[in-house]
């Protein structure tokens, strides 16, 4: 079954072609060699502002970019989500991103009673992070909580599941031949739209 794939490259500076920028290229080349098509978010190339306030969270997006994010997000059914690990989570231009987004009313649905129901039920989820803490330590000693954070409390309550992870860590003392297998294996989990 081929896929709709959004690949979000949430790496904040927009002259970055490093590592994230080539885990979303060999994401996307592994993903279009099996027949399932892709399209590409890239967060430093959209110009969007930040909110302040609950009211402004609480309106429509009017941002021309975060409208067509939401576009993509609505064709899609598989979502990638790459970054470099920042302080222990997403950089803040991606959690920005996020928040101008998955807005209520697009993104999920308070109810009067209980949780908001999520709407956007259906989708799929692969989170790609790079960092350069080794990836036990953080998953350890951390209980990658900057990880769990967007799994649990952005996607999965939007409706999306489920959400899968990768981690690569030691990033800044990995060789050559390890990045390349790393590349290797993000190709592989593009052809099988995991």
């Known amino acids: 079954m081929t896929r709709n794939i959004v690949i ?9 072609k490093g590592l ?14 099996a027949g399932h098509t892709v399209r590409r978010l890239d967060i430093a ?3 969007f502002g930040l909110l302040h306030s609950q009211a402004e969270f609480a309106r ?9 994010a939401q576009e993509t997000l609505l064709w899609a059914n598989h979502l990638v989500v790459i970054f470099p690990l920042w302080l222990g989570d997403m950089p803040a231009l991606l959690k920005a991103f996020f928040e101008q987004t998955l807005r209520p009313g697009f993104a999920f ?15 799929s ?23 769990k954070t967007l799994e649990r409390n952005i996607l999965r309550f ?34 099988r739209a995991l």
């Open 125 to 147: 989820a692969r989170i790609i992070v790079t960092m350069g803490m080794p990836a036990f330590i953080y998953r350890w000693y951390f209980l990658a909580h900057g990880l």
């Open 158 to 191: 939007v409706g999306i599941a489920p959400v899968r992870s990768t981690v690569l860590g030691g990033i800044g003392q990995r060789s050559r031949e390890s990045i390349a297998r790393a590349l290797d294996g993000v190709k592989a989990l593009g052809r």
């Open 60 to 68: 429509s997006a009017d941002s021309p970019a975060i409208v067509a």
């Open 109 to 123: 649905v308070d109810r009067p009673s209980g949780f908001p129901i999520g709407k956007l039920r259906g989708r």
């Open 20 to 33: 994230c920028h080539a885990l979303a290229e060999a994401y996307s080349e592994g993903a279009r060699s």
């Open 45 to 47: 190339a959209l110009q």
């Open 8 to 16: 979000l490259n949430g790496h904040p500076d927009p002259a970055s």
